[in-house]
Nanobody, 125 residues
Framework: QVQLVESGGGLVQAGGSLRLSCAASGRTFSLPRMGWFRQAPGKEREFVGCINWSVGSTMYANSVKGRFTISRDNAKNTMYLQMNSLTSEDTAVYYC??????????????????WGQGTQVTVSS
């Protein structure tokens, strides 16, 4: 069993920063790919970025590239999403996701096996 728990969401002003955390528990050794998605009101779930857990390499959506950074802490079994230069377009529920295999279609949420409950990020303009 795998459990993902997000935290760190909240209300921030435009131009500000926020760091989200995703704590993984259970059989995390079988989760080589982890990522972040977000869903704004009236929109479909959108890929934000992902990480190769063992290597640490990352990939980002064009909409957040240069502003967001994904990292991980092996000792804490936690993935982070550092968000800088936030705008109102970043307002959404942010979800942590994990896949049992590395070779997945990174931007397709259907290719991820586990999901957190989501954490709300609201950016005021």
């Amino acid at each position: 069993q795998v459990q993902l728990v997000e935290s760190g969401g909240g209300l921030v002003q435009a131009g500000g920063s926020l760091r989200l955390s995703c704590a993984a528990s259970g059989r995390t050794f079988s989760l080589p790919r982890m990522g972040w998605f977000r869903q704004a009101p009236g929109k479909e779930r959108e890929f934000v970025g992902c990480i190769n857990w063992s290597v640490g390499s990352t990939m980002y959506a064009n909409s957040v590239k240069g502003r967001f950074t994904i990292s991980r802490d092996n000792a804490k079994n936690t993935m982070y999403l550092q968000m800088n230069s936030l705008t109102s377009e970043d307002t959404a529920v942010y979800y942590c996701a994990a896949a049992q295999i590395l070779r997945v279609l990174l931007e397709n949420p259907n290719h991820y096996d586990y999901w957190g409950q989501g954490t709300q990020v609201t950016v005021s303009s």
